[in-house]
């Protein structure tokens, strides 16, 4: 269980780093987020009307964590692969990872925003 008040709530829960309160996107699901509403997360908190984006070309920070992100997911899921499958080729491998990478862009994009946030705003216990 996750507490109210650290970034990790903040980052799974989808909710505002400040206050915890409002959401950071507008919905909980990544692809509905991008599927169906096409709006990025929310211009500041509905609650304590925080401003998300703290400066101009603030979230061009957040896709050095998508990398991050992206990297060690494909470490990971390449190495199962090569594991699983012994003789495996290595097209094979590069065609998987590739799909998955492009089906878990819109999760990635969620919490590489979440992440970035948190590291620059701190939780202030308003209640
Ligand atoms: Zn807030």
Redesign the pocket.
Known sequence: MVKKGSKSYSILYN????????KFWHKNNPYLNILKDNKLTND???????KYEIEPGFWFGAMYVSYGIAVVFLIIFGVSLVSLFKDIEILTIVSVLSILVVILAPLNHFFSRLIWINIFVDYIDSN
């Open positions: 909710k505002c780093p400040k206050c915890h309160r409002g500041h908190c509905n609650r304590c009307k925080f």
